[in-house]
């Protein structure tokens, strides 16, 4: 491809709003451009990256039997009221005729389909898979590649008979990912994570780095690794010995935090009760941990079996508690309130809590002997030093980015879709049924996070929208001209895609916008054109080497052997 025949728009100067170094870098080299907040143009070089991408992921998963197909986006909002998903999440309109739709995802669709055409086991198993655009509902004011409103994704699914059938496909699709991911070069932890309001066990596939959104907690002396947001605490708390002191009120003008309660009292955080208030599907509740603890809303949910949960906003703790949310307390609550604490209440002497009174808190508190509690349980975050939940050593905490997911289905949801098949005895049964996703524009995010330096991208072979970049110094010099012109002709006659820059620029533009475009081998034409000697140049080593015109197809034949 002659590039004053394509389209690669370079910057110089990029946007301050962008914040991560794989968007700075693709708006520079002109692989896309932000249309909006979240929204972006995916210009040629970027087409030609994703589509290595899909065609990977393509052939790793159709080693496996599965099958492409290609759903509707906009579909009726019958499928999520029959299988009870909770529409707030997904963007739903109204046509010209009052009818209702959504911009969904698959999973419903896909279900619909198999159960409408597969009404016994011997048609099973079966997985079927698509690659298309996702549109999400995203309320960040910080939006980037990896948080797009508009992404591409693969949906796959498969459908069983028996759970046994299941769990070896599901094996089987981790492996996949996990060629998938070896093959692109990145390294991704696989850790465990919510399954969600219809799933049974879910994992999550994490790319490690400092930019990403997700907390992952690890064993440092095991293959543990799950969510923070599931990740179990397993410590064991002791009571301590220290004797129980009458029970104190005390003034605490101005004090709405634990932080300003323990420098108001010099007091550790470790010594007081942190109290917040639930509205727990409609009902107001209170959740109590440690004040050096951070509450887990998921933990509750499922604590609890809960629809949804959410904090109370100051109306509503107004409303049934009557004080501010920063003098929240367990003592004297309204009866009406269930309690719900985090294990390490348990242990707890002589602690300081909220008064339920703007103004004051509770100095020696005492569970169980100062208030009731309706249920102890697992709801705070892991931290970093906790033991593992497996007892082999400690957690250690990374941040990370998701760029998969594997989940089985609960046989609630085939349940509620009228999945079934008839069985080898003459039985219906509901399907046994597992998702699995790959979040393919996060993927070429984090890819090209990952190849890139200074002066621009680095991509190997496997990922380079092109093969090697071919240039002439000076393309007004004929022996330049001709000899270029001869070698892409020659180039494309071997079968390489060559990115041919025959712009009539200087030098220095054409050299800069070849190191940010980052193709594996860039091959210049330049003052000893007419010795035949061109200049091969490895963009990600930097290493330069001269050789003539006819030893340059056994260069480059050698040199992507070798890489």
Not at 26 to 53: C, D, E, H
Not at 329 to 355: E, F, H, R, W
Request: aromatic letters at 8%; hydrophobic letters at 35%; glycine letters at 6%.
């Amino acid at each position: 491809m002659k590039q004053s025949q394509t389209f690669i728009p370079t910057m110089r100067e990029v946007p301050q709003n962008v914040h991560t170094n794989s968007c700075q870098m693709l708006l520079r080299s002109g692989f896309i451009r932000q249309y909006s907040n979240g929204t972006y143009s995916y210009l040629p070089l970027a087409k030609r990256v994703l589509k290595k991408i899909e065609q990977i992921v393509r052939e790793e998963i159709e080693k496996r039997n599965a099958i492409e197909l290609e759903l509707p986006c906009i579909q009726s909002i019958d499928f999520y009221k029959q299988s009870g998903r909770l529409l707030e999440d997904l963007i739903h309109f109204q046509d010209d005729f009052g009818r209702e739709f959504v911009i969904g995802p698959s999973m419903d669709l896909m279900t619909s389909i198999v159960r409408d055409e597969i009404k016994t086991y011997k048609k099973l198993p079966i997985a079927l898979y698509q690659m298309q655009k996702r549109l999400q509902n995203i309320k960040e004011s910080r939006l980037d590649l990896f948080h797009a409103r508009e992404s591409c994704i693969l949906n796959a699914y498969s459908f069983h008979e028996s759970e046994e059938s299941l769990n070896q496909t599901f094996a089987d699709m981790i492996q996949t990912f996990e060629r998938i991911f070896s093959r692109l070069g990145l390294t991704v932890q696989m850790a465990e994570t919510d399954a969600g309001p219809f799933g049974k066990e879910s994992y999550e596939f994490v790319v490690l780095t400092t930019i990403g959104d997700e907390t992952i907690a690890f064993s440092d002396q095991s293959k543990y690794a799950a969510n923070e947001e599931i990740a179990k605490v397993s410590i064991e708390y002791e009571r301590s010995n220290e004797e129980m002191k009458p029970l104190k009120k005390i003034e605490t003008p101005n004090v709405q935090t634990i932080q300003e309660l323990c420098d108001e009292l010099h007091l550790e955080p470790t010594q007081c009760i942190k109290s917040l208030v639930l509205n727990i599907d409609g009902e107001i509740a209170v959740a109590l941990v440690r004040g050096d603890h951070r509450l887990n809303l998921i933990k509750v949910k499922k604590a609890l079996n809960a629809s949804d949960i959410r904090l109370a906003n100051e109306g509503e703790i107004q409303k049934h508690i009557g004080c501010s949310k920063g003098s929240i307390g367990p003592i004297k609550l309204p009866i009406d309130i269930k309690v719900i604490a985090d294990y390490g209440i348990q242990s707890m002497v002589n602690a300081v809590t909220g008064a339920n009174e703007d103004g004051y808190h509770y100095m020696n508190v005492n569970p169980n002997r100062d208030f009731a509690i309706n249920l102890y349980e697992d709801i705070r975050y892991i931290e970093e030093g906790d033991p593992s939940p497996d007892g082999q050593g400690i957690l250690l905490l990374k941040q990370g980015i998701v760029v998969g997911r594997a989940t089985k289905l609960a046989p609630e949801y085939a349940e509620k879709m009228s999945a079934n098949v008839v069985n080898k005895e003459g039985t219906q049964i509901p399907l046994q049924i597992a998702s699995y996703e790959l979040e393919l524009t996060r993927l070429f995010a984090i890819l090209a996070e990952q190849f890139q330096d200074d002066r621009g991208f680095t991509w190997p072979k496997h990922l380079a929208p092109y093969d090697l970049h071919l240039m002439a110094i000076n393309v007004n010099d004929e022996v330049q001209f001709n000899l270029v012109e001869q070698l892409y002709n020659i180039l494309t006659a071997y079968r390489y895609n060559v990115l041919y820059d025959n712009r009539d620029e200087r030098a220095g533009v054409k050299f800069a916008d070849s190191d940010l475009i980052g193709l594996p081998i860039r091959v210049t034409v330049g003052k000893k054109a007419i010795e035949g000697i061109v200049e091969v140049k490895n963009r990600k080593t930097g290493e330069t080497i001269e050789c003539m015109k006819e030893e340059l197809i056994d260069y480059l034949n050698e040199f992507y052997r070798t890489h």
